[in-house]
């Protein structure tokens, strides 16, 4: 059973930065690739960004491409968001994914595990 553990969410301002991060147990890290989705109220949970199993190819939906950074230390089974010149439209529940298949998909019903999600909240 694998278990993802979301932190880092808070309440900013506009332009602000935030890092959030998903911590993995229960399993070996490196057999899944990742990602991180998010999910603005009463609208359908869409893709952010996603990276490899060993960090090396990294993929951004467009509307964070060059704003936001995807990271992971498979040495300390822990996932990273880093969210720079934050906009309103960031505000929404951003979940942390993992995925045992071997090629990269930005559908969310392709990973098998979720977490609980990590509240981001973007004031002007």
């Known amino acids: 059973q694998v278990q993802l553990v979301e932190s880092g969410g808070g309440l900013v301002q506009a332009g602000a930065s935030l890092r959030l991060s998903c911590a993995a147990t229960?399993?070996?890290?490196?057999?899944?690739?990742l990602a991180w989705f998010r999910q603005a109220a009463g609208k359908e949970r869409e893709f952010v960004a996603a990276?490899?199993?060993?960090?090396?190819?990294?993929y951004y939906a467009n509307s964070v491409k060059g704003r936001f950074t995807i990271s992971r230390d498979n040495g300390k089974n822990t996932m990273y968001l880093q969210m720079n010149s934050l906009k309103l439209e960031d505000t929404a529940v951003y979940h942390c994914?993992?995925?045992?298949?071997?090629?990269?998909?930005?559908?969310?019903?392709?990973?098998?595990?979720w977490g609980q999600g990590t509240q981001v909240t973007v004031s002007s």
């Open positions: 229960g399993t070996i890290f490196t057999l899944y690739r």
């Open positions: 994914a993992a995925d045992s298949g071997d090629s990269h998909s930005d559908d969310p019903g392709v990973y098998d595990y």
């Open positions: 990276i490899s199993r060993r960090g090396l190819v990294t």
